[in-house]
């Protein structure tokens, strides 16, 4: 079995909104924490109820993201519906020189700026959802988003579904356990080389990591945007 390696590794996943990469994403950390960390994002959007500054973002007002923009501290920063989202670069060589993996819950544009900063460290992953009515449908029942903001999203949804080649691995999460066992394979294959460890195992770990790159997952992908 492979050794864990002394450089973390940059876990990059995107998805269209909606298609459920958070969910996903947050019960990979829940897991795997401390050796995997969320790389929190800065962002100038508004705090929504429930959210925690620091944990799910560090809220900041555009005139402090721009002073940062300046000072280059951004690894990647994109705007997004009116907001400024980025991501700060100290905290990502940290991580990797300390050999902890980090975990990136970013759209496309995100993770080609991640990917080429650091291609060596980066596992990308793309998740495809359903079917297109599926994704709508789960736009429209967020309470979160005013409805000119879901309907930018249905329109984009399409476009950033044809970034699915730049990605190593695809999985479909058509059923959340079966998705998560996807992710969780590709993870810890990257990390450790192989799903079989006796101290991490899941039932359908094997399975989901044959599943996640099969042909099905790429026809997949191509049906969602015909």
């Known amino acids: 079995m492979?050794?864990?390696?002394?450089?973390?590794?940059?876990?990059?996943v995107s998805s269209p909104s909606g298609a459920g990469k958070t969910t996903l994403?947050?019960?990979?950390?829940?897991?795997?924490r401390p050796q995997l960390e969320f790389s929190v994002s800065y962002t100038t959007r508004a705090m929504r109820p429930g959210?925690?500054?620091?944990?799910?973002?560090y809220f900041v007002t555009p005139e402090k993201f721009q002073a940062m923009v300046e000072a280059h501290e951004f690894a990647e920063y994109a705007n997004v519906f009116g907001n400024r989202y980025g991501t700060a670069q100290g905290q990502i060589d940290h991580a990797l020189d300390a050999g902890?993996?980090?975990i990136f819950d970013v759209d496309w544009q995100g993770g080609q700026e991640l990917s080429k900063r650091w291609p060596q460290d980066s596992l990308k992953i793309f998740i495809l959802p359903p079917d297109m009515t599926t994704l709508e449908s789960r736009l429209r029942s967020r309470a979160t988003d005013s409805a000119e903001v879901i309907e930018r999203r249905i329109r984009k949804a399409k476009d950033e579904l044809g970034h699915y080649p730049e990605y190593q691995h695809l999985i479909v999460n058509d059923e959340l356990e079966h998705a998560y066992a996807a992710l969780r394979?590709?993870?810890l294959t990257r990390r450790y080389g192989s799903?079989?460890?006796p101290d991490i195992s899941h039932p359908l770990a094997e399975l989901a990591a044959k599943v996640s790159d099969s042909a099905a997952a790429l026809a997949h992908a191509r049906s969602l945007l015909s």
């Open 2 to 12: 492979k050794q864990v390696s002394d450089r973390g590794v940059l876990v990059i």
């Open 25 to 32: 994403t947050r019960r990979l950390i829940t897991e795997f």
């Open 51 to 57: 959210e925690v500054n620091g944990r799910d973002y």
């Open 100 to 102: 902890h993996d980090i």
């Open 185 to 187: 394979a590709t993870y």
């Open 195 to 197: 799903v079989d460890r």
